[in-house]
């Protein structure tokens, strides 16, 4: 009788089964592991967006504390408003002045955004000098290179330098647009000088300071002007100025997004994940604030460019970059592009932000040129989110240009 086994010919097939099931289970295997690290890399991008969305929130909201959308004269012929938003921030020298910038390849085009706000928790307000004459009139004359202002009994010393710092950052905001008895008729149009304060000795109300961001006085026009009323009128406040700009970078092939910090001289990393941050902007009707916003830019249903490249022919009345009179607004005699562009800045009320987030890794077997997803984003190997938010600062409908408060009503008592 013949003892029961395999033979060879049972046995090497098996082994080569064996084989062909440990070969395809390594490769499920690996392809499973491997879809896996691109999953955590696009869950990694999408909690690094809603991040870096945290982060812009929490600066748009602060945006023209004690100031709104009032122009901030920094030095002569530059004015800044306390959101400005550029489409082609490689075109400004503010956003490539290090010699880092690269700009974005065609089609991943980026907005640069500059914020400022005011320090509500060192504010102190400028108040008339001896016989009235007005917060920066020490002196009878009220000399243009006055730098003596004068401060409440009791004032805060928040302004004044730590060294090694040899002055504070801060702006003179006057924002009252109304006359407070009768507050249906506007006055003057808001006002806010940037300024280098260099001492501050609530002893003696004394505040000293340069005017104009840069220290040396090249500063014109009604910050420098204090013969003029704006100077004798009540409600000058004195805060220190605080700001942030944002830009993508594609220095090396790889977008980065990167912040400044106002008085700062070296742009920050803020994430490696952020391809894209476009910025939409809404203008309020102040003839008509409950009238739906205009959009810059805008597709449909009415086209629109964005709000930094409007020109003087669509800013002609009834043209889509067109603002409507509104006393008290001044509006030079000569009409360019930045007074039209200027213009609706000033209305700004909300924003529209979009960010597009993508992984760091490269996936190659992903890749179908000319292709798209269904975000409309390139199939070039990489997992793209897009994250897309709309903020309203709320110190844009409390300062600055504001419509007119509809008149009392009642017969009152």
């Known amino acids: 009788m013949r003892n029961a086994g395999f033979t060879l010919l049972e046995v090497m097939i098996a082994a080569a089964l064996g084989v062909i099931v440990l070969g395809i289970g390594l490769a499920v ?13 696009t869950m990694m991008a999408q909690t690094t967006g809603r991040a870096v969305q945290d982060n812009l929130t929490a600066t748009l909201w602060r945006a023209g504390t004690g100031m709104g959308n009032t122009p901030i004269s920094f030095i002569d012929d530059d004015i800044r408003y306390a959101l400005q938003v550029f489409s082609d921030p490689g075109s ?91 507050p249906t008729v506007p006055t003057q149009a808001p006002v806010a000088c940037a300024v280098r304060v260099t001492n501050v000795d609530s002893g003696g109300r004394r ?5 104009g961001a840069s220290g040396t006085g090249l500063l014109t026009g009604l910050c420098n002007e204090r013969a003029h009323d704006l100077w004798t009128r009540t409600g000058w406040l004195a805060m220190k100025l605080e700001g942030m700009a944002y830009r993508v970078n594609w220095k090396g ?57 409007c020109t003087v022919v669509q800013g002609s009345a009834g043209g889509v970059c067109g603002a409507e009179t509104f006393t008290p607004e001044y509006i030079p005699a000569t009409v360019t592009e930045e007074v039209v562009r200027d213009r609706l800045r000033s209305r700004v009320r909300a924003l529209e932000v979009t960010l597009v987030v993508r992984t760091r890794r490269l996936d190659r077997d992903a890749v ?4 798209v997803d269904e975000d409309g984003h390139d199939r070039d190997g990489y997992k793209r989110r897009s994250i897309t938010f709309q903020i309203a600062p709320r110190n844009f409908g409390m300062a600055g240009l504001q419509p007119v408060p509809p008149p009392p009503t009642g017969s009152g008592t």
């Open 92 to 182: 400004e020298l503010f956003f490539n002045n290090d010699g880092s910038y690269t700009p974005p390849p065609a089609g991943k085009e980026s907005d640069g955004l500059r914020v400022y706000w005011g320090t509500s928790s060192s504010s102190t307000f400028l108040v008339n000098c001896a016989g009235n004459t007005g917060p920066g009139r020490v002196t009878p004359t009220g000399a243009s290179t006055e730098t003596n202002y004068c401060l409440p009994e009791q004032a805060e010393e928040f302004l004044k330098p730590v060294p090694p710092l040899t002055n504070t950052s801060a702006v003179f905001v006057n924002a009252i647009q109304y006359n407070e008895k009768t």
């Open 207 to 211: 505040l000293v300071a340069d005017m």
């Open 29 to 41: 295997g690996a392809q499973l592991q491997r879809r896996a690290l691109f999953e955590e890399q």
């Open 253 to 309: 092939g790889f977008p980065t997004l990167e912040g400044l910090p106002h008085g700062a001289t070296t742009w920050q990393v803020i994430s490696r994940d952020v391809e894209q941050l476009r910025v939409r902007q809404a203008v309020v009707n102040l003839l008509a604030p409950n009238d739906p916003y205009r959009w810059f830019p805008e597709e449909t249903p009415t086209v629109r460019p964005a709000l930094d490249q």
């Open 368 to 371: 179908d040129v000319g292709a």
